[in-house]
């Protein structure tokens, strides 16, 4: 099976999986992942942070965007160009300033300031699966992993449950690792010297 294949494979079933979750269990593992993040230093430090919008079997991120908003830290939601295939990242003052985007999720509004990703501190990006060396898929689009070039010396940390862990994921060469993932059990940093 060629590591294309593999990784649509892979995405398929992790995706079913965590579809398979009941939706009060995605909650409550939300509300402990977000717990869990607001408690890392890289978060508590962070004057910038870039965070997705959760959509439908996501780990949601709504309470997190808001209680960092709520704290006065900045906040950078990603808007996607599905022409340029790219994301930009967008500061933003509340969750009601969003409207749905490309792909259904909610996004910063047209004509809103884009902000270069090297200015976050810390970069919260979702998961389908990850492994226990860093490894992420994300959903084959290949946006994030773009997008994490400019991201300057911020950690990438990946939301998940962890239900989507693999044992190794069939990565390519411009797959960006994580530096950390926060699942409902545990967080945990990778070495990636």
């Known amino acids: 099976m060629s590591a294309m ?4 494979h892979i995405r398929r079933n992790a995706i079913k999986e965590r579809l398979a979750l009941p939706e009060h269990m995605r909650a ?16 508590i430090n962070a004057n910038t942070i870039a965070v997705y919008v959760s959509m439908r079997d996501e780990v949601q991120t709504k309470e997190l ?3 960092a908003l709520a704290k006065g830290t900045r906040v950078l939601i990603p808007k996607s160009d599905t022409i340029s295939k790219r994301l ?3 500061e933003i003052n509340s969750l009601g300033e969003l ?3 490309a792909f259904g999720v909610l996004e910063p ?17 979702p998961v389908v699966a990850w492994d226990i060396y860093g490894g992420r898929l994300g959903y084959g ?3 994030f992993d773009q997008a994490l070039k400019s991201k300057g010396d911020a950690p990438v940390v990946g939301l ?3 239900s989507q862990q693999r044992e190794k994921l069939p990565l390519s060469p411009h797959d960006v690792q994580l530096d950390m993932v926060v699942t409902e059990v545990r967080a945990i940093r990778f070495n990636q010297s």
Not at 5 to 8: D, G, L, R, S
Not at 33 to 40: A, C, P, S, Y
Not at 115 to 124: G, K, N, T
């Open 5 to 8: 294949t593999n990784k649509h």
């Open 28 to 43: 409550d593992h939300s509300a402990i992942i977000t717990k869990r993040v607001e408690q890392l230093p890289e978060y």
């Open 65 to 67: 965007i808001e209680s």
């Open 88 to 90: 930009t990242f967008h």
């Open 99 to 101: 409207a749905r985007g």
């Open 109 to 125: 509004p047209v004509g809103s300031k884009t902000v270069p990703l090297s200015e976050a501190d810390i970069i919260i990006v």
């Open 141 to 143: 689009k290949g946006y």
């Open 160 to 162: 998940a449950f962890e």
